[in-house]
Nanobody
Framework: VQLQASGGGLVQAGGSLRLSCAAS????????MRWYRQAPGKQRELVATITTGGTTTYADSVKGRFAISGDDAENTVYLQMNSLKPEDTAVYYC??????????WGQGTQVTVSS
């Protein structure tokens, strides 16, 4: 499975970006799509998760500002990021965890938030 992430860029604090992650196959029942991020010198952290049933979870640091969603017809998952802060600056990765435990990663997209 290939994952293609896009949508990163440079934005001022308070601004918004929408990341996209297109999968090369349909998102199947019991697959889980996730967005992670990794800032320089820090460990990769889980930002948001969505199941095929539509259940979403978020890291405390992004609750109320970020929203994860999926488009089954396009095999794409989105991460809408609002009220961005400089501490959101990181490389963002999408991840697919399949129902049999396989892990697939996208190539990462850089998000830079200026103060």
């Amino acid at each position: 499975v290939q994952l293609q992430a896009s949508g990163g860029g440079l934005v001022q604090a308070g601004g918004s970006l929408r990341l996209s992650c297109a999968a090369s196959r349909s998102i199947l029942s019991r697959d889980v799509m996730r967005w992670y991020r990794q800032a320089p010198g820090k460990q990769r952290e889980l930002v948001a998760t969505i199941t095929t049933g539509g259940t979403t979870t978020y890291a405390d640091s992004v609750k109320g500002r970020f929203a994860i969603s999926g488009d089954d017809a396009e095999n794409t998952v989105y991460l809408q990021m609002n009220s961005l802060k400089p501490e959101d600056t990181a490389v963002y990765y999408c991840n697919l965890l399949t129902r049999i435990g396989e892990n697939y990663w996208g190539q990462g997209t850089q998000v830079t938030v200026s103060s």
